[in-house]
């Protein structure tokens, strides 16, 4: 084969091989575009519905709070102490919320950055893609027990009680002392 002919195939060779990885290039660029652009529509709806969720937690606290003071014209001075506890515990109850709710953007971002790499490895060939870590919310205890199974068992504490907050202490110190026996 004469030289003239070699050389032009190979700049044909790798005029051919500039375009097939431009494109692929090219297409990697345009799925990480959407990717992030994803990112972006989550964090605005996340934004929304953060500012959503602490508007309807002010506006419940405002009226129970109301709630509390019409009922504490009524009570006795031993169930307004009770009331007093009541109050702490939901207090503490929007704290614990308003604390996951600060939490659930990270988790959310990490879930996506994760994501993302995978997806940018999965569009490299020969590379394996890393796996997928299963993120889970950190959970805070209260009196040695879970928060979720805290605020289950208050909110049934509540709905079987309502409004007479000494019992409402007492079943909620009942249940919590039977799962601590049960899950020892």
């Not at 504490?72 to 704290?95: G, I, N, P």
């Not at 509540?158 to 009942?174: C, D, I, K, L, T």
């Amino acid at each position: 084969m004469k030289p003239e002919r070699m050389m032009i195939y190979g700049l044909l060779g790798f005029a051919v091989l500039t375009v097939v990885f431009g494109s692929f290039q090219a297409r990697q660029r345009a799925e990480i575009a959407a990717l992030q652009q994803r990112v972006e529509m989550v964090e605005a709806k996340w934004g929304r519905l953060r500012t959503n969720l602490l508007d309807v937690l002010t506006r419940s606290m405002a009226s129970q709070e109301r709630a509390v003071i019409e009922w504490r014209s009524q009570v006795s001075e031993s169930e307004e102490k009770s009331q007093l506890r009541w109050r702490e515990f939901t207090r503490e109850l929007l704290d614990s919320r308003s604390k996951q709710i600060e939490a659930f953007p990270e988790l959310v971002r990490a879930e996506i950055d994760q994501e993302l790499k995978r997806r940018v490895a999965a569009a490299r060939p020969g590379q394996p893609a890393p796996a997928r870590p299963a993120v889970r919310p950190a959970e805070g205890f209260k009196d040695g027990v879970p928060l979720s199974v805290w605020n289950q068992i208050a909110a049934s504490a509540a709905a079987e009680w309502p409004g007479n907050f000494s019992m409402q202490s007492y079943e909620v110190n009942h249940q919590v002392e039977a799962w601590q026996k049960l899950n020892r």
